[in-house]
Every structure is written in structure tokens, then in C-alpha cells.
């Protein structure tokens, strides 16, 4: 999980910057609706809900917006039905790519996203051509001052977790798809505050590309990342420091 991992802190790095978009609304908008599409309005009974809520805030997101994202993922207000799709691709030197989408035009992502692969000299795969190199795992980061690594790893790997990594001083715990609910709930019940909760793509194997391509795929991630539809990219690209110092410099 190295590669993800290495990914996810340099997003970390650069969030400040991110934040002053305004499509990080939108973004958030969309996780709310999905979350109270999938478990309800109420925030204290959905705790998928309560990390969206608890985002929207963070980014200073209004209240009136909130509430009307709740009342569409509910049906109480009407709008596009938001369906969840995923797509995968190739970039530079054969690096597998799994991008997931959540829209309300699957032409017009679709297209979307064909043309970032296109413009990044990336190229679309057929449906399974890619998903069998990664697997579905549940991702869970904490925060606070009450995060003893020893004591959150035993929390998490009785609840059925499969590793517990301090990333730049961010704890992230990994579980099997199936105990993601299970673990997280675990964790909620021992007091932990939970920043994140989501379920990504991990590749089972890494794959090393020269510093050239590697940079130019951190490229494509980004581009990728930054249409309004994408909720998540992930590929089985192996991050180094050096292409991480390249990737910051370039």
C-alpha cells in the first residue's frame, strides 16, 4: 500500500490549496447526498453522513447547502438520480488505473474522463481488463491527540482490520471490504475520531516505471482528480522520494 499511501500524503500536503476551489463543494455535496441516499438524514444514526456533514463544515460549506444535499440524497427534494460508476485505464508504461465516479450524466463523464486519459497519453480499458490487480479495501483515518498507535491497532485488529500504518503522523486503518463498517463502528465505540471513512482501490502488486513516467502518471492522477465527477483515482504505480521530489519540482 506504499504507493497509495505516498499518494495520499502529498494530497495531504497540498490540501490547503485544493480547499480554495470552488468545486470542492460540489464534491462534498455529492458525498453527503450519497450518504443519506445510502443510510438516511440523520447524522447521528449515519456515521458516513456524519464525516460528509463534518467536511462540509471544515470547508466553511454554508448550512442552507448542507441541508438541501441531505433532502436530495433523501428524495425530499427532486432532482438527477446520482448513480456510482467505476472505470479503468492505462497510463504511461502500462500503469493500471481505477477511477470512481459519481454523476448524474454518465455520457458526459464518461467522456470526461476518456479525455484525460487521452490528453495524458493514458487510454481507456474495457470493463475488467484492470479491476483484477487491485482489491476493494476500507480505509479509515483518525485524528486527535488520543491516538496510541498500539491501543488503535488492537481496537482495530479485534474488529477484523488488516493493518494500522502511521502515514507522516496520520493514522490509517485498512480493512477487508466486508468488516469496513464493523471496524469503523469498533473504533467510533473506543473514542477515536474518525476524519475519513471510504472505501479504495489498493493494487496487489506494485509496479516500478522510470522517474519520467512515473511523474507523468502523477499527472493523469491529478487531472483526473480534478474533474468534478471523480470521487476517487487509484493505480498500482510504486511512488519513490525520488518521484515524489521530481512530481514536486516539475
Known sequence: ?????????????????????AKMFTRIARDIMIAARDGGGDENANPKLKIAIGKARAANMPKENIERAIKKGT?????????????????????????????????????????????????MATAGSVAWQFNQKGCITLKGTNLDFEEVFMVAAEAGADDVVNEDGVVVVYTPREAFAAV?????????????????????????VSVDAAVKNMRLMERLEELDDVQSVASNMAITSDIIQAFESS
Open 184 to 208: 469503523e463502528q469498533a473504533l467510533t465505540n473506543s473514542g477515536y475520531t474518525v476524519e475519513e471513512a471510504e472505501l479504495r482501490w489498493i493494487a496487489q502488486n506494485e509496479t516500478e
Open 75 to 123: 428524495g425530499e427534494l427532486e432532482g438527477n438520480a446520482m448513480e456510482e460508476y467505476t472505470y479503468e485505464g492505462y497510463g504511461i508504461e502500462g500503469i493500471a488505473f481505477m477511477v470512481e465516479v459519481l454523476t448524474d450524466n454518465k455520457n458526459r463523464t464518461l467522456a470526461e474522463v476518456k479525455n484525460a486519459f487521452n490528453k495524458s497519453g493514458g487510454t
Open 1 to 21: 500500500m506504499s504507493g497509495h499511501s505516498k499518494w495520499s500524503t502529498i494530497k495531504r500536503k497540498k490540501g490547503a490549496e485544493d480547499a480554495k476551489r
